[in-house]
């Protein structure tokens, strides 16, 4: 007779793990039960549904602060991913953005703009598809949508392996919510010629945040505040930037970087056990990011692109500890 083993999630990071064990082999964290409810949680956190914790008791910096007299820091974000399952969504967002650039060169040779024409002549010699110009245009759009739809699917694996306030997140994400977004980018898009491109992105953010609650607590869903108008100004920034980052191998996209990750991170809404949305801050320096985003890129640069995703999960880990929710 085949005995079946119980298995369970773990409440950091998700990772399937045999009931009885007491350490996650994915994040390492340590688990135990609430002495209220029973309830497996990380050792050192607190239990959403009764307050309680575990019988372990972890001495953290924050307790270490309140037993010497010190207010305790605000605790708030972890990042537990591995870059292994990383590998594969880089690859894919590379590669469609790859091809959508291809195909943008393409429909620029294939349109006359004069001046823009002699140059991609000048500098590059393009396949010839026999391809209309509306198609390729139209490939363009496609390609351009799906390189965002990859680039998403990054940022969820990112929040999926987050802790927030030392509780997972989990995603809500619909077919429907994807369909409802495609629709309404396709409408503002073409309606506006274009121009409407930065409401479209920040309400991108927005119903991306609000597809993930706080596993803990099932109305616990987070919320981005960011603007389209700041929007307009990250946009014009990077336009001005991006040709010096090309013309340097790259190495100023981290400045780039720097100013999305700032917008970005400074506008996530966390909301408390009692349903009060907090901001988030960050409370580390450009030069300590710089420094850590230019190690990377040279890693990045001397492996071929291998060390990508351990550079990502790097960065994103440093940036997690040093954002607090207010």
Known sequence: MTTQIAFKDCPSCGTRLPEPAVRCSGCQSQLGHCTGCNAWLVVGTQCWDCGKSTKIR????????????AEPPTA????????????????????????????????????????????????????????????????????????????????????????????????????????????????????????GLP?????????????????????AVLDFQGTGEEVIVRFLLTLLLLPLAVATGGLLLGVISWMWFKWDDGNMLVPDRFGQKRSSHFTGTFGGYYGRWVLGWFLTLISAGLYRPWAKVSEWRWIAERTEVV
């Open 199 to 219: 409401w479209i992105y920040a309400r991108y953010r927005r119903s991306l945040y609000r597809s993930f609650r706080i596993t803990a607590r099932g109305t």
């Open 58 to 69: 972890a001495r953290t910096a924050a307790t270490a602060a309140v037993a010497g007299g």
């Open 76 to 195: 708030s974000v972890q990042f537990v991913g591995s870059a292994v399952p990383l590998v594969p969504l880089l690859a894919l967002r590379g590669a469609l953005f790859a091809a959508f650039v291809g195909a943008l060169l393409l429909s620029l040779a294939a349109t006359p703009l004069g001046p823009v024409n002699r140059l991609i002549e000048d500098h590059l010699v393009l396949p010839k598809t026999g391809a209309t110009r509306i198609q390729l245009w139209a490939a363009t759009a496609v390609l351009w949508v799906a390189s965002g739809f990859a680039g998403s699917l990054v940022r969820r694996y990112r929040l999926s392996r987050t802790l927030l306030l030392g509780k997972p997140v989990e995603s809500r994400w619909t077919l429907g919510t994807i369909l409802l977004d495609l629709m309404i980018t396709l409408i503002v898009f073409g309606l506006t010629a274009g121009l």
